[in-house]
């Protein structure tokens, strides 16, 4: 997955053309330890269109899938994918946040899985499909919902929140600190007409930002776009949910990898990966208890990054951050 930068692509080429799954190796060599014997089951959180888990399958001839979506569409194009792969693949539609239910429902009560992977951001089909409204490089309908057949949309967003909470969500979620400025003539715009098309905003944008700011830093529109899809999609409460249960649903000696690609998702998984690694005992305890003993072991030093042939190769990589933890004990947030 990725953040919203890059360009609409050709909607119209099957899934295993159009994504490119960013750092798969790395994340493939870091789950290895705990997903290459025989009978391992892996959960790829973020399903998207595939390419992580028919790496996975590919590589580990002795592994079984369960890969969650919240979008129907990307259900169905990652199936066909992978239909090739019979059993040892298995769809959940849900978001990643029941991670622990989906587990169980697949692999029966107390059930534990071997390794999680978690791809963050919005998926390259989200991208790649212009009628979705994520992308605002095309004109489309102001939706931006990773799953489309609930929630309220970009548009209704607009339409119904208060100057005040427009301002918290583009400060909150995108960083944008021409917020009151875009809130405001967001507002006296919608007044005459309701904002319905990505255009439509992006034009709100541009005018609302000062000339120089518009001419660094890349497309205005992009913090404003990702601060209403996280608002929209409720990504951040999602992810911290879902960490927490991540970490329980794994045994011990399961691997939990992350790829986050902006500083809120980043800032969350270092937290709580922190948090798991770090002893709550006082300092200078001559003998740990276990229940105050860490329960990961991180796998990355920081975060790692792409490289540059990785990123000329895969430009949706060049903002992402990896970050790795191995469960060494039976999970237990000490915070």
């Not at 790692?304 to 060494?328: F, M, T, W, Y």
């Amino acid at each position: 997955m990725c953040d919203a930068s890059e360009p609409v692509r050709d909607s119209s080429r099957p899934a295993s053309e159009r994504h490119v799954p960013v750092l798969l190796r790395e994340c493939l060599d870091m789950l290895a330890p705990a997903i290459k014997r025989p009978g391992a089951v892996l959960v790829d959180g973020t399903l998207g269109m595939g390419g992580h888990t028919e790496g996975a399958l590919e590589r580990f001839e002795g592994l079984t899938v369960i890969g969650i979506d919240r979008d129907p569409q990307a259900i169905e194009l990652a199936s066909a994918r992978l239909e090739r792969f019979g059993t040892r693949f298995r769809a959940v539609h849900t978001t990643y946040d029941n991670i622990d239910v989906a587990v169980e429902e697949q692999l029966g009560t107390g059930a534990r899985v071997d390794g999680v992977l978690m791809d963050l951001g919005v998926s390259s089909l989200q991208l790649d499909e212009a009628d979705r409204g994520f992308a605002y490089s095309k004109d489309a309908p102001l939706d931006m919902r990773m799953d489309a057949t609930s929630g309220q949309s970009a548009a209704d967003l607009l339409a119904t929140s208060s100057e005040g909470e427009l301002i918290r969500i583009l400060r909150t979620y995108g960083e944008e600190k021409f917020a009151p400025r875009i809130a405001r003539l967001i507002i006296r715009r919608r007044d005459d007409a309701p904002i319905t098309r990505t255009g439509e905003l992006v034009g709100i944008i541009r005018e609302a930002i000062p000339a120089p700011a518009r001419r660094t830093g890349g497309n205005p529109a992009k913090r404003t776009f990702q601060a209403l899809r996280v608002a929209v999609n409720d990504e951040l409460t999602i992810l911290e949910r879902a960490l927490p249960r991540a970490l329980s649903s794994l045994r011990v000696g399961g691997r939990l990898v992350v790829e986050s690609y902006q500083s809120l998702e980043d800032r969350i998984v270092k937290d709580v990966l922190r948090r798991g690694s770090t002893s709550a005992a006082p300092p200078g305890l001559p003998v740990i208890p276990d229940e105050m003993a860490p329960s990961l072991r991180l796998l990355t030093k920081g975060a790692n990054k792409a490289d540059q042939a990785e990123q000329d190769h895969n430009p949706r990589s060049a903002s992402v951050r990896l970050r790795g933890a191995e469960l060494i004990r039976e999970w237990k947030d000490l915070a």
